[in-house]
Nanobody, 124 residues
Framework: QVQLVESGGGLVQAGGSLRLSCAAS????????MGWFRQAPGKERECVGT????????AYPDSVKGRFTISRDNAKNTVYLQMNSLKPEDTAVYYC?????????????????WGQGTQVTVSS
């Protein structure tokens, strides 16, 4: 079993920046591709970034491309989501997820483990 814990959420003004962290338990973190997802009230959970098991490949949807950056530090068992130029529509609960595969996926159904989420609120 893999335990994931997100941190770094909070309140930020539009145009500001925030960095989220996801800490994974155990010493097999490098065996998993990782994804960041978000879910706003009344909306489906959507992917905002993925990173392969070794950090060599990343992918982003158009809604956040150029503003969000996903990265990982396998030595620290941690994945990060750097969010810049934040907009009110970015307000959501943000989740990290782990997948037992070398590459990430945009689908929530392809992930095996999930954190409990961290709230991000962007004010206008």
């Amino acid at each position: 079993q893999v335990q994931l814990v997100e941190s770094g959420g909070g309140l930020v003004q539009a145009g500001g920046s925030l960095r989220l962290s996801c800490a994974a338990s155990g010493r097999t973190f490098s065996s998993y591709a990782m994804g960041w997802f978000r879910q706003a009230p009344g909306k489906e959970r959507e992917c905002v970034g993925t990173v392969s098991w070794n950090g060599g490949r990343t992918a982003y949807p158009d809604s956040v491309k150029g503003r969000f950056t996903i990265s990982r530090d396998n030595a620290k068992n941690t994945v990060y989501l750097q969010m810049n130029s934040l907009k009110p529509e970015d307000t959501a609960v943000y989740y990290c997820a782990a997948r037992a595969f070398f590459a990430g996926s945009y689908s929530i159904y392809d992930y095996d483990y999930w954190g409990q989420g961290t709230q991000v609120t962007v004010s206008s």
